[in-house]
């Protein structure tokens, strides 16, 4: 069955590390995204991607960057670590514009 | 810009219907979804709706959708322990870019 997996699941990093999560999704889907989820905010999405070399900034961008240089991947990386940045990540993807979206199991992160 | 409200709580009992209220602000709103997220997972979709419908009944879950209202609910008959979680609704339309998420409703069900 296809299937979208994150990883690693749990992960604590210290404050200015660099940090890359890892997103992998076998629908063959174009269109990628990253969230992150905290109480009191709901989802906010960080990234996104509308197929390979494409990449677009999301309403919470400043401190990540993702790259797609296929159609299965989106690496998530946080460049220096901060204690803001302490949240569930999750990633997803969708078979088209404005469909439904497929969400992987998420990473807890907490940067220290 | 768009945005999506839903209210953050409610309680029921087993066997009762539960019923999760959204409202939207995006009037050229395509697909209007509900997602559910159980705890330590990732949101699953449980049901969507176009905008051009006014129902969707699918097993024990009712959509209803007012668009002149921008109101969309969800209904669950006989509500299951199992069916605890949080329910987020959301928006979407072909010619955007993204789908605009509620902040989840906290379905709390007591036996």
């Known amino acids: 069955d296809a299937e979208i997996t994150q990883s690693p699941r749990h992960k604590i990093t210290e404050t200015g590390r660099q940090v890359t999560l890892a997103c992998h999704q076998t629908?063959?889907?174009?269109?990628m995204f990253w969230y992150r989820q905290d109480l009191g905010h709901g989802l906010r999405l960080i990234h996104y991607?509308?197929?390979?070399?494409?990449?677009n900034k999301g309403e919470v961008s400043d401190g990540y960057s993702v790259s797609r240089s296929n159609t299965e991947d989106l690496p998530l990386t946080l460049e220096s670590a901060a204690s803001s940045q302490t949240s569930v990540y999750f990633c997803?993807?969708?078979?088209?514009?404005?469909?439904?979206?497929?969400f992987g199991p998420g990473t807890r992160l907490t940067v220290t | 810009g768009e945005d999506v409200e839903q209210s953050l709580f409610l309680s029921v009992r087993e066997g009762d219907s539960s019923v999760i209220n959204c409202t939207y602000t995006?009037?050229?709103?395509?697909?209007l979804y509900w997602y559910k997220q159980e705890p330590g997972a990732g949101l699953q979709l449980l049901t969507y709706?176009?905008?051009?419908?006014d129902m969707k009944q699918d097993q024990r879950l009712t959509v209803l959708l007012n668009k002149k209202d921008k109101h969309l609910s969800l209904r669950i008959a006989d509500t299951q322990t199992g069916d605890s979680a949080i329910y987020f609704c959301?928006?979407?339309?072909?010619?955007?870019?993204?789908?605009?998420f509620g902040a989840g409703t906290r379905l709390f069900v007591k036996a």
């Open positions: 997803a993807s969708s078979p088209g514009t404005g469909r439904e979206q497929y």
């Open positions: 629908w063959n889907h174009n269109n």
């Open positions: 991607s509308y197929g390979v070399h494409d990449t």
């Open positions: 995006d009037s050229s709103s395509t697909y």
């Open positions: 709706i176009f905008s051009n419908m």
């Open positions: 959301a928006e979407s339309n072909t010619g955007g870019f993204k789908t605009i």
